[in-house]
C-alpha cells in the first residue's frame, strides 16, 4: 500500500518519512499501547518507550544475547524483532522474572557469583529460565549448549553454569 496524497497510510501514519503502527503488547502482565516506526526494534521500545532498562543492547548485531526477552514464552533475542511483530504478544522482561523479589534462578546466580560486571546477567536468566522450565534438571553440557548464544565478557562461564545447575536441584 502506498502514502495516500495527504500523507497518511491506511495502516497507520507517516510522520516524517517514518511508517508509524499502533500496537499493543502485554508486558510484564501491562497491556502497553503503542505508536511505534515500522522499523522500530522491540528492545528500542523496551528501554526507551517503556523504560524497562534491565534488557541491555550489548552489540547491535544479534551476537552477544543481553537482549533476550521472552515473547509468548519463548526466549527472543529482541534486538532481532521489530516492535511491529509484537503485536498482541506477551512479553516478559527481566523486570518481570523478579517482580516478587528473586526468582529461585537470580539467587543461584547472586549465590554462586554467576555474575561480575552484570551486563550479561539479564540475557543469561531469560534464556536459563526457559531451558529450566523445559528442562528443569539439565546437565552441563546441555546448559553449555543452551547459552551458547549468549556472551559473557566477564566470568568464563564456569559459574554461570554452576548458577543455572543450583537453581535445577
Not at 499493543?24 to 528492545?43: I, Y
Not at 541491555?56 to 511491529?84: E, F, P, Y
Not at 550479561?120 to 547459552?147: F, Q, V, Y
Amino acid at each position: 500500500m502506498g502514502i495516500n496524497p495527504v500523507g497518511i497510510n491506511p495502516m497507520g501514519i507517516n510522520i516524517g518519512g517514518r511508517h508509524m503502527q499502533d500496537i499493543s503488547l502485554t508486558v510484564n502482565g501491562t497491556t502497553h499501547k503503542l505508536s511505534v516506526a515500522d522499523n522500530e526494534l522491540l528492545v528500542d521500545v523496551i528501554r526507551n518507550d517503556l523504560r524497562l532498562t534491565g534488557t541491555h543492547v550489548g552489540c547491535d548485531t544479534s551476537q552477544c544475547g543481553a537482549c533476550v526477552v521472552h515473547v509468548d514464552g519463548r526466549s527472543l533475542k529482541s534486538c532481532t524483532m521489530l516492535a511491529v511483530e509484537a503485536d498482541g504478544k506477551k512479553v516478559t522482561t527481566i523486570e518481570g522474572i523478579g517482580a516478587a523479589g528473586l526468582s529461585r534462578l537470580q539467587q543461584a546466580f547472586r549465590d554462586n557469583h554467576g555474575l561480575q560486571c552484570g551486563f550479561c546477567t539479564p540475557g543469561m536468566i531469560m534464556s536459563a529460565t526457559e531451558l529450566l522450565a523445559r528442562n528443569p534438571k539439565p546437565d552441563e553440557a546441555t546448559i553449555r549448549h543452551w547459552l551458547e548464544g549468549n556472551i559473557c565478557r566477564c566470568t568464563g562461564y564456569h559459574n554461570i553454569v554452576k548458577s543455572v545447575q543450583a537453581a535445577a536441584m
